[in-house]
């Protein structure tokens, strides 16, 4: 559902949400425990990385309100069970495997195009760009009033 979210958003440059700034695609919401992440991840991990196909991918991990856990944790137990004909790739992954903890909660994912989608961001370069088109011309027209009273 990300996906064609964000496709529209791209092929349109049409923005969907004013207040909302990113998705999060979350396949599977759980404690934030490694023995859990062992346990969710290996299904996820088989069913998009087989063995007689080479595929690259990086992890996107990031843990917020908790010291328990490090990167280092949960790469171990990826590399372990991904396999060795798979390679990272930071700049064009055809996978991103995304491990989000917050607090006592974690977020996992296999996700496809999340560097072309640029994170997943709502907010691309082009809406920026005509947001501040927009800004200038409220800016300009605002101007033209003030001129108009002064005139008067």
């Known amino acids: 559902m990300a996906n064609a979210i964000l496709k529209e958003i791209k092929d349109t440059d049409v923005p969907v949400s004013r207040f909302c700034y990113k998705l999060v695609p979350v396949e599977h919401g759980c404690k934030a425990d490694i023995e859990i992440f062992k346990e969710k991840i290996l299904p996820m991990l088989k069913r998009k990385f087989k063995p007689e196909e ?21 790469l171990e137990v990826i590399l372990e069970n991904i396999g060795k004909e798979h390679t990272v790739d930071y700049k064009n992954p055809d996978y991103t495997i995304f491990v989000e903890v917050n607090n006592q909660m974690m ?11 640029k994170g997943f961001s709502l907010q691309t370069e082009s809406m920026k760009e005509n947001n501040k088109k927009r800004a200038e011309a409220q800016k300009e027209q605002i101007e033209n009033e003030k001129k108009e009273k002064q005139d008067k």
């Open 54 to 74: 080479s595929k690259k991918w990086f992890l996107h991990f990031k843990c917020r309100n908790n010291s328990k856990y490090k990167m280092k944790d949960f």
């Open 107 to 117: 977020g996992i994912s296999v996700l496809k195009k999340f560097i072309t989608y």
